[in-house]
C-alpha cells in the first residue's frame, strides 16, 4: 500500500552535516506522523525524531540541538538534517510513517561517520 524510498546516506566526518530523504508513495493518511530511526549494529532500533503533518517535532535527546526533521504534506516527503555528526551517529537509518494501525519503513540507510 505505502512505499518508502530513502536517499542521502553515506560517509561523511565527524563534525559534517548529512541529509537524509524520505519520499512516501501511496495512500497515506493526512494526519500521519513521520519520521526517523536508526540501529547500529548489535543495538536495537531507535527512535530518533518524529514530526506530526502540523509540524510539531520531537528528538531523541541524543540528536536535540544537532538533527532538525522537516516534511512536505504536499510532496509527501520527509527530511532529517543531520548537523556535527559524531561516530556513535553511525547506524542504518529507517524512514518511517505511522497512523492508526498503519506502520510502513523504508529499507534503510546506512549513515557511517568517520573520526
Known amino acids: 500500500q505505502v512505499q518508502l524510498v530513502e536517499s542521502g546516506g553515506g560517509l561523511v566526518q565527524a563534525g559534517g552535516s548529512l541529509r537524509l530523504s524520505c519520499v512516501a508513495s501511496g495512500s497515506i493518511f493526512g494526519s500521519a506522523v513521520m519520521g526517523w530511526y536508526r540501529q547500529a549494529p548489535g543495538k536495537q532500533r531507535e527512535w530518533v525524531a518524529t514530526?506530526?503533518?502540523?509540524?510539531?517535532?520531537n528528538f531523541a535527546n541524543s540528536v536535540k540541538g544537532r538533527f532538525t526533521i522537516s516534511r512536505d504534506n504536499v510532496k509527501n516527503t520527509v527530511a532529517l538534517q543531520m548537523s556535527s555528526l559524531k561516530p556513535e551517529d553511525t547506524a542504518v537509518y529507517y524512514c518511517?510513517?505511522?497512523?492508526?494501525?498503519?506502520?510502513?519503513w523504508g529499507q534503510g540507510t546506512q549513515v557511517t561517520v568517520s573520526s
Open positions: 518511517n510513517v505511522h497512523w492508526t494501525f498503519h506502520n510502513y
Open positions: 514530526i506530526t503533518s502540523a509540524g510539531s517535532t
